[in-house]
Each structure stands twice: as structure tokens, then as C-alpha cells.
């Protein structure tokens, strides 16, 4: 999805400009505090659940496992669901950063752009259709949704001649009719219903190291390839022509960050079903703190989208003990306004 705007149009267009070795060491140190708030939210992620548990309880199934039931919540249910939960959060702020870069596009998201929801009707219709219900099995339909669905917004969006708005537009199209799909199919298919009901809100309650084991290196390539890209991005938000001065090579970088995404999208939502806002809120966040350079709003990213998505995960076990709240549910009562003020912030700006 890549699109022309104006200067009035996105709020992520201005070039970026040299930074003083003063203002590089501040960013340091402030990439550097992330992580440190990144170690304190999983400390929590792995310390607060549905059951309480005393402090030296987590410090016995963590380092003096008996194999008590302490001790098997500890490190079979909250360690592989902190883990995938970092894994899923990195993978989605980054592909939100790279989106909203590549496309100049302040509204660009996964989860609002519809790929989430191409990805989450593949699966589902893997399950329903051809039987598969493992991640090694469906995690390929995944990104072949996210794929699909990522070129089909383009077009409709007008391509080359898109704007955000239209962008945004076909995306809660598809969006919302790639979701009907999926409730009918639940519906129609019954057997597949109980398996893929809390899948699809988006959850980490059912991570395992299997899981873990599964996804990481198709986010870890997509890490890389988001990474690898910032420089052309940086250059490609001054435009084609001074972009290709400068340079870039347009094309290349169009295709690692289309396919950077559908990895790291794909495999998100096929480990824990389509979580959104996570890609919306958090460059935006970044931006902030970092200004639009690409080579630094990416490290920020996915160190901080991890910290939103852990976060929203022990608010939502925690509101509705003994039971608990699924993150994507959590996530999107937070996105939810949080989209509505940027639409209200982009509008007045045009005025």
C-alpha cells in the first residue's frame, strides 16, 4: 500500500533532519530507559495473573521448580505467554512504524489497514475448510492473508493516487467484511467454533514454547528486514525523485517492507489471533520522543509496542478475576479513542 500525499496530508512526511551528537546520545538514553521499562512490565506479566501469587512463589517456579502447581502456572502458563507477548507486541509495532513510513500515511496499521483481517480469515478458513488446526499449518495461510489483503487495500485505495482517508476507508471495508466471513464461518461450523472463538479477539492465553518455537524466526526475518530498511525509508518520505537522488532504490524497499510486514504480521496473528491498534499507537508514541527518523523510531517501537500489548494483557487478568479479558479486547477499548482524537487532530490540521 503505498501512496503520494501532500505535505498537509501526513504528519510523518517531513525528511528528518541531521541530528547533533547531543540529541543522538538523548535518544540513547532514552532507547535505553525503554528497555528498562520493557524489564519491568515482564517482571509484572510473569507476577500478575488471574490466581495471585506471593513474590516468593514466582521465585520458586522460576529458578527452584518442584513441579508444584505454582510452579507449573509460573513456567508453563505466564513464562511462554510474557515471551509470545514480547515476539507478538515487537512484531506488530514495527510493522505499524514501517507502514506508516512507507506509505506517509499517519493512519497506517495493520489491524486498520484490514491485513490482521486477512490474515485471521485465512486462518480461520484453514481450520473450517481443510481441517488444519496447527500453527505450522496455518501459519502459512496467514500470510497469505495478510498478503492478499495488503495489495487488495492498495487498489481500492487508489493506489499510486491514494489518500489517507481512502486508505483508511478501504481498509474498514475489508476489514469489516473479512469479519463477517470469518463470524459466518463460526457460525456454519460449529466444530470449528469452540477452537477459533477466543483466537479470533486476539489473546495470549494459549501460548506454549511450541508456539514460541514456531513463530519467532519468521519475526525475527521480519525484524531484520524492518531494520535494514530504515535508511531508504528515511529517504523515501522526501519523495520519489530526491529519494532516488539520494540514492534509494525504491522498488527494493517497497517489496523487503511489504514483505516485512506480512511476516511479522502473519505470524502475530497466527499465534494469538488479530490484535489491533498496537501498529497505530505506538510509532505515533515514538514519534514524539524521537522525531521522524526512521533508524530510531524502529528500536523505539519495538521495544515499546511490547510494553503496551504485556501491559494491556495483565490489566485485562487482572479486571476480570478469577476469569480474564482478552488483550485484543483490552487494546482496542484503548485504541479506540485513541484513533478517534488522531482523525480529529489530522481534520483540524487540514482546515
Given at each position: 500500500m503505498l501512496v503520494e500525499s501532500s505535505p498537509k496530508q501526513s504528519a510523518v512526511q517531513a525528511p528528518p533532519a541531521p541530528a547533533s551528537p547531543r540529541r543522538n546520545a538523548v535518544r540513547a538514553v532514552g532507547l535505553f530507559v525503554s528497555v528498562g521499562v520493557l524489564l519491568l512490565v515482564v517482571v509484572a506479566s510473569i507476577a500478575i495473573g488471574a490466581k495471585p501469587l506471593a513474590p516468593g512463589d514466582v521465585w520458586h517456579g522460576l529458578f527452584q521448580a518442584t513441579g508444584t502447581g505454582n510452579d507449573v502456572i509460573v513456567q508453563d502458563v505466564r513464562v511462554p505467554r510474557t515471551i509470545l507477548g514480547v515476539l507478538v507486541g515487537e512484531a506488530l509495532g514495527l510493522s505499524g512504524a514501517v507502514m506508516q513510513g512507507l506509505t506517509r500515511n499517519p493512519l497506517a496499521e495493520p489491524g486498520i489497514l484490514g491485513v490482521n483481517a486477512g490474515a485471521a480469515a485465512a486462518v480461520v478458513s484453514a481450520i473450517s475448510f481443510f481441517g488444519i488446526t496447527s500453527l505450522t499449518g496455518y501459519v502459512w495461510f496467514s500470510f497469505v492473508g495478510a498478503g492478499v489483503v495488503s495489495v487488495l487495500v492498495y487498489v481500492l485505495g487508489g493506489s499510486r493516487g491514494a489518500t489517507p482517508v481512502r486508505l483508511a476507508l478501504a481498509g474498514t471495508a475489508a476489514t469489516a467484511a473479512l469479519y463477517g466471513y470469518v463470524n459466518a464461518v463460526q457460525l456454519m461450523d460449529s466444530a470449528a467454533l469452540e477452537q477459533i472463538r477466543f483466537w479470533t479477539v486476539g489473546?495470549?492465553?494459549?501460548?506454549?514454547?511450541?508456539?514460541?518455537?514456531?513463530?519467532?524466526?519468521?519475526?525475527?526475518?521480519?525484524?531484520?528486514?524492518?531494520?535494514?530498511?530504515?535508511?531508504?525509508?528515511?529517504?523515501?518520505?522526501?519523495?520519489?525523485?530526491?529519494?532516488?537522488?539520494?540514492?534509494?532504490?525504491?522498488?527494493?524497499?517497497?517489496?523487503?517492507?511489504?514483505?516485512?510486514?506480512?511476516?511479522?504480521?502473519?505470524?502475530?496473528?497466527?499465534?494469538?489471533?488479530?490484535?489491533?491498534?498496537?501498529?497505530?499507537?505506538?510509532?505515533?508514541?515514538?514519534?514524539?520522543?524521537?522525531?521522524?527518523?526512521?533508524?530510531?523510531?524502529?528500536?523505539?517501537?519495538?521495544?515499546?509496542?511490547?510494553?503496551?500489548?504485556?501491559?494491556?494483557?495483565?490489566?485485562?487478568?487482572?479486571?476480570?478475576?478469577?476469569?480474564?479479558?482478552?488483550?485484543?479486547?483490552?487494546?482496542?477499548?484503548?485504541?479506540?479513542?485513541?484513533?478517534?482524537?488522531?482523525?480529529?487532530?489530522?481534520?483540524?490540521?487540514?482546515?
Open positions: 489473546s495470549l492465553a494459549s501460548a506454549d514454547m511450541e508456539i514460541i518455537g514456531k513463530v519467532w524466526p519468521f519475526i525475527a526475518a521480519g525484524v531484520v528486514l524492518a531494520l535494514l530498511i530504515a535508511r531508504p525509508l528515511n529517504a523515501m518520505e522526501m519523495g520519489d525523485d530526491t529519494a532516488r537522488a539520494l540514492g534509494a532504490h525504491l522498488t527494493r524497499t517497497r517489496v523487503l517492507a511489504m514483505v516485512a510486514v506480512t511476516l511479522l504480521c502473519g505470524a502475530a496473528t497466527a499465534a494469538c489471533g488479530p490484535i489491533v491498534f498496537i501498529g497505530l499507537m505506538v510509532p505515533h508514541l515514538v514519534r514524539t520522543l524521537t522525531g521522524p527518523d526512521m533508524r530510531w523510531i524502529l528500536p523505539y517501537a519495538a521495544v515499546l509496542a511490547p510494553v503496551l500489548l504485556l501491559g494491556s494483557d495483565v490489566i485485562g487478568r487482572v479486571v476480570a478475576r478469577p476469569s480474564e479479558l482478552q488483550v485484543g479486547i483490552v487494546t482496542a477499548l484503548v485504541g479506540g479513542p485513541v484513533f478517534i482524537h488522531l482523525v480529529r487532530r489530522r481534520k483540524m490540521a487540514q482546515l
